[in-house]
């Protein structure tokens, strides 16, 4: 079993920066993959960005250059970087772990163990 712990997020004005941070507890190693979806009102949950086991990352197409995923074994965490937030990207934040394979594009079902959400609102 995998216990992820979510912080930050909140109200934050366009052009804003934030970081979101997610702590991975219990059966986790280095080698799980860890991504970021985000789900906007009435909308299903979408991939934002994974950093693999072995350290590559993807994003997906909206979050290229503007979000950036790192990750820290050594405190089994995992953060989200949003530079220049727009009030598009106002939603719940969530963080996953995943123990299998995918491909570049994650789908929430390539996950097991999800956070408990970070809501995120961008308004002036």
């Known amino acids: 079993q995998v216990r992820l712990v979510q912080s930050g997020g909140g109200l934050v004005q366009p052009g804003d920066s934030l970081r979101l941070s997610c702590v991975a507890s219990?059966?986790?190693?280095?080698?799980?993959?860890m991504g970021w979806f985000r789900q906007a009102p009435g909308k299903e949950r979408s991939f934002v960005a994974v950093v693999r086991g072995r350290g590559r990352k993807d994003y997906a197409t909206f979050a290229e250059g503007r979000f950036t995923i790192d990750r820290d074994n050594a405190e089994n965490t995992v953060y989200m970087q949003i530079n220049n937030v727009k009030p598009d990207d106002t939603a719940v934040y969530y963080c996953a772990a995943s123990g299998g394979s995918f491909s570049a594009t994650a789908e929430v079902s390539d996950f097991d163990d999800w956070g408990q959400g970070s809501r995120v609102t961008v308004s002036s």
């Open positions: 219990g059966d986790i190693h280095s080698g799980y993959a």
